[in-house]
C-alpha cells in the first residue's frame, strides 16, 4: 500500500527551508532539529523522506525551489519559517538575509496585494 505524500507546495516549503539551512555554510544541530519537527508534522511519504535526506548532505537552490512554491499562503508559511530557522544557530549571516529578501521580492511580485486587503477586510 502506498503511503500517501503532504502535497507539492508543503513538502517544496520543507525543501526550501532545507537549502536555507546551509546559506550560511553549515546546517547546525538546532536548524536541524527545526526542520526534523516540521517533517514530522507533515507526515512525509517514504519517498519524501528519502529526498529530504539527500538534501540535507547536497543542498538544492534555495530560490529556484522557492520559486516552484504556487500557494501565496505557503510562501508566506516559507518566509516566516526561514527567518526563525536562519536565526536558529544564533547567527543571521549576510548571504540568508539576501536570500529572504529576494524570497520576498519574488513572493510580493507574484501576489495580488488588493486581493488580500480585499480578503483581510471580510475577516478571510
Not at 74 to 100: C, K, N, P, V
Not at 110 to 115: G, S
Given at each position: 500500500?502506498?503511503?500517501?505524500?503532504?502535497?507539492?507546495?508543503?513538502?517544496?516549503?520543507?525543501?526550501?527551508?532545507?537549502?536555507?539551512?546551509?546559506?550560511?555554510?553549515?546546517?547546525?544541530?538546532?536548524?536541524?532539529?527545526?526542520?526534523?519537527?516540521?517533517?514530522?508534522?507533515?507526515?512525509?511519504?517514504?519517498?519524501?523522506?528519502?529526498?529530504?535526506?539527500?538534501?540535507l548532505d547536497e543542498?538544492?537552490?534555495?530560490?529556484?525551489?522557492?520559486?516552484?512554491?504556487?500557494?501565496?499562503?505557503?510562501?508566506?508559511?516559507?518566509?516566516?519559517?526561514?527567518?526563525?530557522?536562519?536565526?536558529?544557530?544564533?547567527?543571521?549571516?549576510?548571504?540568508?538575509?539576501?536570500?529572504?529578501?529576494?524570497?520576498?521580492?519574488?513572493?510580493?511580485?507574484?501576489?495580488?496585494?488588493?486581493?488580500?486587503?480585499?480578503?483581510?477586510?471580510?475577516?478571510?
Amino acid at each position: 500500500m502506498n503511503q500517501p505524500s503532504v502535497n507539492s507546495d508543503k513538502f517544496q516549503v520543507l525543501r526550501t527551508l532545507v537549502a536555507i539551512s546551509h546559506l550560511d555554510g553549515q546546517s547546525c544541530a538546532l536548524e536541524r532539529r527545526y526542520l526534523f519537527g516540521i517533517a514530522k508534522k507533515l507526515n512525509l511519504s517514504a519517498h519524501q523522506q528519502r529526498q529530504l535526506m539527500e538534501e540535507l548532505d547536497e543542498p538544492k537552490d534555495p530560490l529556484a525551489l522557492f520559486a516552484q512554491i504556487q500557494s501565496p499562503k505557503e510562501r508566506g508559511w516559507l518566509l516566516t519559517s526561514a527567518r526563525t530557522l536562519a536565526h536558529a544557530d544564533g547567527i543571521f549571516s549576510s548571504s540568508e538575509q539576501i536570500m529572504l529578501d529576494q524570497m520576498f521580492e519574488l513572493h510580493m511580485s507574484t501576489i495580488d496585494i488588493d486581493a488580500v486587503i480585499a480578503a483581510v477586510m471580510r475577516d478571510e
